[in-house]
């Protein structure tokens, strides 16, 4: 079975959600919300969790994906431990651009989690890197796409917070 794809540049992030997620959708999310089975067939065994096919649980997520009702489905790393950073990064976005800088920041690799927000900064966004000079770099390059400054927002300190939310 081919497994769920998410992220990428594809301009999904931002975007509103196509649908609402139906009962069967909601079991979905909140069994995949941690735990999830580290064996040879992930998938097969949340189906079995649920009494759902395999196929159908793996149908349901990529469509959750597509329609965007659910913007990401992946691991979540410890970046730093591998050598690699993370980084908050805002931008303040004329009107008139927001949908030409969103598809522009939306292309950079580097970027996850693109939110707008009400406040002079009114684009917020993580980059994540393979290095810590990586984040410089990176918000040089998304500057150089747009002609906009990226204001970063380096984390002083890190803190755990399971966030589990019912659906």
Same mark, same amino acid.
């Given at each position: 079975?081919?497994?769920?794809? %998410? ?8 975007? $509103? ?10 079991? /979905?999310?909140? &069994? ?12 097969? %065994?949340?189906? !079995? &969790? /649920?009494? /759902? ?46 949908? %030409?800088?969103?598809? $522009?920041?939306? $292309?950079? !690799?580097?970027? $996850? ?8 900064? *009114? ?20 500057? %150089? ?5 990226? *204001? ?14 019912? !659906?």
């Amino acid at each position: 079975m081919p497994e769920p794809q %998410s992220g990428g540049g594809d301009g999904r992030r931002a975007v $509103a959600a196509r649908r609402a997620p139906d009962d069967i959708d909601r079991r /979905l999310i909140n &069994a995949l919300q941690g735990d999830f089975p580290l064996d040879e067939t992930p998938f097969a %065994s949340v189906a !079995a &969790a /649920l009494g /759902l096919p395999e196929a159908e649980v793996i149908d349901r997520l990529q469509s959750l994906l597509d329609d965007h009702v659910l913007t990401r489905f992946g691991p979540m790393f410890q970046i730093e431990r591998m050598g690699g950073a993370f980084c908050l990064a805002a931008i303040a976005v004329p009107e008139g651009r927001w949908t %030409s800088v969103v598809e $522009a920041v939306n $292309a950079f !690799a580097e970027v $996850a989690h693109n939110y707008r927000r009400e406040h002079r900064l *009114n684009m917020w966004f993580v980059l994540a890197t393979e290095t810590p000079e990586g984040i410089a770099e990176a918000a040089r390059r998304i500057e %150089s796409a747009t002609g906009l400054a990226v *204001n970063l927002f380096p984390k002083e300190r890190e803190y755990f917070v399971e966030m589990k939310l019912e !659906a």
